[in-house]
């Protein structure tokens, strides 16, 4: 990914971002969260816990800011996120925050994500 890719990427609607980022998850086989002695969280206006997901590396060092200042990017790969982690986050009442940035984020229910990911990997 070149810089004007990641620079056009970034400004894109919440929409957009999940999009770009169900196709690079799929493509690459991995997702990226951040870590440091446990995964980042945030919470939505409601309360809900969130955990930010990233389509790869260079995205989740780009966020690692703020109140997530010292954790670092960590690579999951897309089997044990789909196996593992939606089930437990479901059923912890966990929601993944999709790509978010300085503006926004994609919000999503589990199960939206789960079938989104699947769908796309049937074009592989």
């Known amino acids: 990914m070149n810089q004007h890719e990641f620079e056009t990427v970034i400004k894109q609607l919440a929409a957009i971002r999940y999009e770009y980022f169900i196709k690079k998850a799929a493509d690459y086989e991995e997702v990226w969260g951040l870590y440091n002695d446990g995964w980042a969280t945030a919470e939505d ?24 200042e010292g954790f670092r990017a960590k690579k999951i790969e897309l089997d044990y996120f789909l196996e593992n982690w939606l089930p437990g986050m479901k059923s912890d009442g966990v929601k993944p925050s999709i790509f978010p940035t300085d503006t926004d984020s994609a919000v999503m229910d589990v199960d939206t994500l789960l079938k989104d990911l699947e769908a796309e990997l049937e074009n592989y």
């Open 45 to 68: 206006d409601m309360g809900n816990v969130l955990i930010p997901f990233y389509p790869n590396e260079k995205f989740a060092e780009t966020f690692a800011k703020n109140e997530w």
